[in-house]
């Protein structure tokens, strides 16, 4: 018996051979053109009279560029990937295919850069699909009110300043105040809940990078996230087209009707590196040296954040962008510009932070416009009471700065707020389950808690969340019944702690 074997070079040739039976001669007109000068990650390059804004250019060398700036007589272009032979005299030509990122499950548990190459030694798999990394927003008839929570695990989060899956909440502090763990813990929070996770890493430092990576993988987080990096060393190009990266790989699995988080890391570092190309550019600087159109570019970005309707698949994606601010300052104008597209904003403020209140979310300055739609009737009812006594404590704790005398009413009101602050505190990347939520609010609204010391807090609710996780109790059961079990396992707790 004779077997005949089809080697890789026969295959190829009856390709070969196909093309050229079919080949028909023809004019080709193709513009090309020149570069003037290269530096700083910018290519001014002469000639290719059609180009448009956005399109990819090709070099001769291999480098790779996307236009930026037109002007009468050269195009500025931004370079995506340089290489040394990349000088002046290189002949450039037009890319036919616009900018674009594979999307898709292949993606998960991967770390891209914002080109869709892999940067973790690994070959990504064919994707399916391609999206682009600049497209329009979807339509007013194309969205959905925000109607379901995105829960972080966050005490003070889930509970007076919530988030809804499709909103866009900004993240604002000083550096070193706990911005990223937030977002790191609103990842974290997500496994087992569907909802597929986009981190987008913007002008950071190689530890940063790694450090993060680490803790997703160590907490299991990084079997449904998606890491998009562009790190300080990249091309300021690739910075900027970072978290537009990031939008689209999320945008891929929203059109397949799934839940999304996408965080960008931070956008006041992509905003330095727009004025950066910028200002390489030529383009004339405004406000803070920045160009005029920096609010235009972020607008573009979040407005691609949102919930859509049953008809166009039903999925959601929710943004959580990052901005780092001066000596408190959110009156400057990157801040302020973000605080007017988003929907809310959890501040971070240093004197909590340095007072040991963590995360060091200011309550008094945050703010989320919708995400109270999306919570759960229950959360909502316990946390508005909750919230109401925060807030008078808040007000009332200045007075005892002073030493004055006070009322057994306000005594009781000031020593409840402490119980509260107390409670509210929580460590880095230990995200809580929603029922332990519901289960020390309707403890503290009901008293349960006045008699104990602020100190004793702490054991109280390691007692209450390991008693609720085997309780078997949802937030649809019954408030009586919640009471009822709060009341015999603190109750418990008192008499073990009475025992000799």
Known sequence: MTVEATSPTSGLLERQAAWLKHYRPGLRITEQGV????????????????VGMEETLLFEDGSRAMVFDLTEELVGAVLLHETDQLTAGTAVCLSPRMLSIP????????????????????????AAAWLPLERRSPT???????????????????????IGKGQRQLLIGDEGLGRSSVALDTVINQQGK??????????????????????????????????????????????????FAGCAVAEGWMQQGKDTLVVYDDLATHAKTYRELSLLLRRPPGREAYPGDIFSVHARLLERATCLNAAHGGGSMTALPIVETKQGEIA?????????????QLYLDRSLFAAGFRPAIDITRSVSRIGGKAQHPCIKDEAGRMKLDYLQFLELEIFT???ASLEASMEAAIQRGRILREILKQDRLTPL?????????????????????????????????????????SLSSPRKQWVKALTDWLSDQNREQRRP
Request: with cysteine; net charge negative.
């Open 35 to 50: 570069v003037v000068s290269v530096g700083d990650g910018i290519a001014w390059i002469t000639g290719l009279p059609s």
């Open 103 to 126: 999307v898709g499950d292949q993606l998960l548990g991967r770390i891209i850069d914002p080109l869709g190459n892999s940067l973790d030694g690994r070959k990504i798999p064919e």
């Open 140 to 162: 007013i008839v194309m969205r959905d009110f925000i109607r379901e929570p995105l829960y972080t695990g966050i005490k003070v989060i889930d509970t007076i300043v919530p």
């Open 194 to 243: 569907e909802v597929y996770c986009v981190y987008v890493l913007i002008g950071q430092k190689r530890s940063t990078v790694v450090n993060t990576i680490e803790t997703l993988r160590s907490y299991g987080a990084l079997n449904y996230t998606t890491v998009v990096v562009a790190e300080a060393t990249a091309l300021p190009g690739l910075q900027h087209l970072a978290p």
């Open 332 to 344: 400057a104008y990157i801040p302020t510009n973000l605080i007017s597209i988003t929907d809310g």
């Open 401 to 403: 700065r002073f030493g």
């Open 433 to 473: 389950p929603v029922e332990f939520q519901m289960a020390w609010m309707v403890a503290f609204n009901d008293g349960l808690f006045d008699k104990s010391k602020p100190e004793d807090i702490p054991a109280r609710l390691t007692m209450l969340e390991e008693r609720t996780r085997r309780s078997g109790l």
